[in-house]
């Protein structure tokens, strides 16, 4: 068993609006906050639903990834009492971000210009990439510590939070804010499309029907710090990550292994490391993208983890659509959220279960009571990154 | 205190060309990289090599320069981890796709996966059936120090058996001129496993990661350059 890390604060923006309070109202609803895309004109995929963050703009030549992060960062700094920070806790506050578009929102119609062989601004690069996120917000907020810039696909930024403990276990900082942001861009749009892994309806994860993702934006972070760290602070711990597993398939660069064996490969890593039971998980966030070959691979994973015993599970991306690299951390304060108001999410967009998967999402949000959740990112290049989740109540 | 780590293989690319413990310099012609076929520099067929970019195709030059191929059995290839910094690794296919939706163009699928560094590292991983960790990092403001770090400590803990880490950037001369970029070709790839594995050690892992250049110092050794 390895050690468990303390969850002091969270922070989101989503679809479902800014703020804990818009997203527990949005997965108490079941609503899906999919719609027409409106932050920019898409000829080719204007017609696909996508998850915007809707009545954001940020300020003038911030890009809307800085913008995001920064109201989900401020709200978790803010949760975790660590608002104004002194030099030497500066120095200790690490930031580790998983981000697949950086700048790239903001700088896409220079790059079309230059591609044509126009001038741009000499710093366009510097405003592009997603290493330059990650150091605006570090200067911003402080946080003299380590900083890692993850960049792993859709599995970014649940590896963020698990390198985030180990930053912590190897004594290299004392609290890491780890998350994940990204934003809208044409780029990922016709990309998803072109490969035809989008859904026309929106996408309906684990359902018969279902015919591919759908897109979305939104940022989230987690307060990172050891158990002993946050008490001698006198902050409570809100849960604590108990662990990750981290696995390739090393089958195919962007399909996931049909058998799903590295998914499986991954829980039962994560299951080890927080000296957990199948058993004993309460509820499963899957990754579930609506895509046929996903949903099919992580089905058959979960139903030879868990066998008969299979936990509810269900996948959030047909309520907030599919972050990328924002995923896995905006799944991460959701399932914070399931522990400490006691729930389990429900599966919206969810119709006829699939035979070929042959088990069934939890479809509505139901009161419960859950201690354990596992939470799934996968991505391409055929990485499973899984976090385990545990009560604060929970004791060792 | 010994090092939780050793260096058993590694592997260098700049605009000279390739080299690692495991090959001889091989010298690139006018073209650099992209002019390369695999078999030119391993005298073996590789089908999968001519769909990578120009990035991937580079981090795989470089992996197998490093012994990626030959230094582990399979069950340390199970739980072999791969980690990737880079600044500008996509940028390539970033470019080329973006060009591909200019109206008028036709758009380039095959093109989009590569825009993602995690799939060049899924196609060494499939290659070599590793099966362990995988992380793409960017490298921009805290340099190579993050991969080298996770490296380290995925080996260290037995979270990984062994990790191959690859550092650097691929950004060739003509196409950097066309961006307003400086050109970048350098890459290094080290093969890390803990202090109980067979496989001689190559470099002093602590002399690496304490230097002010730690690429630079696996890059001299391997080019036998004077520093």
Known sequence: MSARFAITGLGIVSAAGHGIDATLAALRSGDSCLGALELFDSPRCGHFPVGEVRGFRPERGLPRTVGLARLAMREALAQADLGVLSEAESESVGLCLGTCVGGMGETEPEVAQLLHGGDVDDEVWARHECGATTARLAEEFGFFGPSMTLSSACSSSAQALACGTELIDAGEASVVIAGGVDGLTHLTLNGFASLLAMDPEGCRPFDRERAGMSLGEGAAFCVLESESHARARGVQPLAFLAGHGNTCDAHHPTAPEPEGRGAEAAMRLALARAGWRPSEVDYVNAHGTGTRDNDLAEGRALRRLFGEALPPFSSLKGLFGHTLAAAGAIEAVLSVLALREGFLPGNPRSGEIDPEIGCAPLRETVDASPRRILSNSFGFGGNNTVLCFEHAGETR | ?227
Not at chain 2, 11 to 33: K, M
Not at chain 2, 34 to 54: H, Q, T
Not at chain 2, 123 to 128: C, G, V, Y
Request: proline content about 7%; glycine content about 10%.
């Open chain 2, 1 to 227: 205190m010994s090092s939780p780590v050793r260096v058993i293989g590694a592997g260098a690319i700049d605009v000279r060309g390739v080299v690692g413990s495991f090959l001889e310099p091989f010298e690139f012609e006018a073209s650099g990289p992209a002019g390369v076929r695999w078999k030119d520099v391993f005298s073996l067929p590789n089908p999968s090599f001519r769909r990578l970019d120009l990035f991937g195709k580079c981090v795989c030059l470089c992996a197998e320069a490093a012994g990626a191929g030959r230094l582990l059995d399979e069950k340390q290839r199970k739980n072999t981890a791969l980690v990737l910094a880079s600044r500008f690794g996509c940028l390539h296919s970033d470019l080329r796709f973006a060009g591909s939706l200019a109206p008028g163009e036709r758009v380039e699928p095959a093109v989009f996966p590569y825009t993602l560094p995690s799939t060049c590292l899924g196609e060494l991983a499939i290659r070599h059936r590793f099966q362990g960790p995988l992380l793409a990092l960017i490298s921009t403001s805290a340099g190579e120090g993050p991969a080298l770090f996770e490296a380290q400590e995925l080996v260290a803990t037995g979270e990984a058996a062994a990790a191959l880490v690859c550092i650097g950037d691929c950004l060739p001369e003509e196409e950097a001129a066309r961006i307003g970029l400086e050109p970048r070709l350098a890459l290094t790839t080290l093969l890390l496993t803990g202090q109980e594995s067979g496989s001689p050690t190559l470099l002093d892992w602590t002399r690496v990661r304490e230097a002010a250049d730690p690429l630079g110092v696996v890059s001299a050794a391997l080019w036998g350059d004077e520093r």
